[in-house]
């Protein structure tokens, strides 16, 4: 039996379509269903191992846990990973296929749209329903015939469609009529709703403008949702302007991280946990501190899809000095997957991978030569602190081989790959542990290490030691839900999902 479908689109990009779509997914498990999400294709930097070792969003990951089932390629079976500004590696069914600029990628489609049908097909027939998303908007008349992630998708079975327009930017009523009205009579067809989401204030001031627009469209309003300021959604795509634009003053009572801002950062869904520990401020350093700036507790260099050109940045911004100066102060410097291998001597790169430099010296904090070669690293593991005997899920996702002399104390020892048992040893740490790095993924949302090293930052501070605090994804998923229950027209949303 085929499932049943329904799709969010948006009127743009930041409306909320991952986390519309995350709610109704744990809003139909918590009715009885078996549910699992869609995404034809996916941009972002911000990506995910799945149990057999390939990548997908991570958006797409969070809405299969809120369905409470495991992530897999099908649920987000083309990724874009954005390598520059012009050119992005493309991952197919979770394995890169090729580095491609955009008319390259659009002549490449059309080998795309039957894996996208066959992925949504065996999702639909493996589940009763399928909470598909959007991307971006569906009024790029520009690029209507590349689509292959909007109204294409919501072509296959008539899929019913839900447009989510964000009223906390303004202009949401021209938004949504505008989009509408950029749409083929077909699409619109298929708009069965809208949503306004991130509504501030009194909900009874919206009476007005909604008596109008469904006046005006003919298409019921399904709901209003609430601005939720302290949501923790990890990011889909690059950090928020409002984390690094200004500059945030040093909290002398709190541990004060600094995060390198590369403008190829990947992966900073690594810093969440962090983020959401009471004794700790994030700064994200788009460049160099001023003279008034104050010695932080710890300072990051975090992954990146172009390792080569952000190790050229560093140097050009200064920000590579700042990390040696910061290194003299005693400062702990930690490195993760593409930021290890900044920390290390030298990056050899014989065949081109990263770029058409051979070589380069990197910040030689740690005795390390990486060489990149073809084929990417995509593995689930398990690990343990060598140190405190701390257990660490994670996974990996890198290019390239990094070497240590044996001198050069691991940070963490493997004990599982996807599931089989494994001994070997990862990452590398400083004799007198001030820098370390690793190439694991997800080390932080480990409660135990990220806990006893934080502890550690407050020992060098005379500060007494907290307990672990345990933070599980139930409340999320219950507020999540919530916002379908307390603020959809659930009658609505059962017909448009039944096709009424």
Not at 147 to 152: F, K, L
Not at 207 to 235: A, C, S
Not at 254 to 260: A, D, L, S, T
Request: include cysteine; hydrophobic fraction near 40%; charged fraction near 20%.
């Amino acid at each position: 039996m085929s499932a049943r479908r329904i799709m969010i689109q948006g009127t743009g990009s930041h409306v909320g379509k991952s986390v519309i779509t995350a709610a109704l997914c744990r809003y139909f498990r918590e009715e009885g269903f078996r549910v699992a999400p869609f995404k034809a294709q996916n941009m972002s930097n911000n990506s995910f191992v799945t149990a057999d070792g390939r990548e997908i969003s991570r958006a797409q990951a969070f809405q299969a846990a809120a369905c409470g089932i495991e992530p897999t390629v099908e649920m987000n079976p083309i990724l874009l990973k954005p390598s520059s500004d012009h050119c992005s590696q493309v991952v197919v069914l979770g394995k890169p296929v090729g580095l491609m600029k955009a008319r390259e990628y659009h002549q490449y489609q059309p080998q795309l749209v039957g894996i996208v049908q066959q992925s949504l097909k065996q999702l639909s027939e493996q589940y009763d329903i399928v909470v598909i998303e959007g991307a971006g908007s569906p009024a790029e008349i520009n690029l209507r015939q590349f689509d292959i992630v909007n109204m294409a998708v919501a072509k296959i079975g008539n899929t019913p469609v839900i447009l989510v327009s964000d009223i906390n930017l303004g202009g949401t009523f021209a938004w949504l009529v505008g989009t509408l009205e950029l749409l083929e009579p077909s699409e619109r067809s298929l708009v069965k709703a809208f949503i306004i989401n991130k509504f501030r204030g009194d909900l009874s001031l919206l009476d007005d403008g909604i008596t109008w627009l469904e006046k005006r469209t003919r298409k019921k309003v399904l709901g209003v949702l609430p601005f939720l300021n302290d949501l923790p959604i990890q990011e889909e795509d690059a950090i928020p302007e409002s984390k690094w634009k200004t500059s945030r003053p040093f909290d002398p009572a709190k541990i004060n991280i600094e995060i390198v801002l590369l403008p190829h950062i990947s992966n900073s869904t690594d810093f969440d946990s962090l983020e959401r520990e009471p004794d700790v401020l994030l700064h994200y350093l788009a460049r160099v501190p001023d003279s008034a700036h104050h010695v932080p507790d710890l300072l990051i260099v975090p992954g990146s899809k172009s390792t080569m050109a952000d190790l050229a940045y560093l140097r050009s911004s200064g920000l590579a000095e700042y990390v040696q100066r910061c290194h003299a102060w005693r400062v702990p410097v930690a490195g993760l997957c593409a930021g290890y291998q900044i920390l290390g001597k030298q990056l050899l790169d014989p065949e081109g991978i990263e770029s058409h430099q051979a070589s380069a010296n990197a910040l030689g904090l740690l005795d390390l030569t990486t060489t990149f070669a073809a084929g990417k690293r995509t593995v689930r593991v398990r690990a343990r602190t060598l140190d405190s005997d701390c257990e660490i899920a994670g996974y990996e996702i890198h290019v390239g081989r990094t070497e240590a002399p044996e001198s050069l104390s691991p940070m963490f020892q493997i004990v599982e790959e996807s599931g089989t048992p494994v001994t070997r040893f990862d990452g590398a740490r400083s004799e007198d542990l001030l820098v370390w790095g690793t190439y694991i993924h997800g080390v932080f949302d480990a409660p135990g290490f990220r806990r006893h090293y934080l502890n550690s930052l407050r020992h060098r501070r005379g500060w007494p030691a907290l307990p672990v605090s345990e933070r599980t994804s139930d409340k999320l998923f219950d507020t999540l839900s919530a916002l379908v229950r307390d603020h959809l027209d659930l009658g609505l949303l059962r017909c448009i999902l039944d096709g009424a």
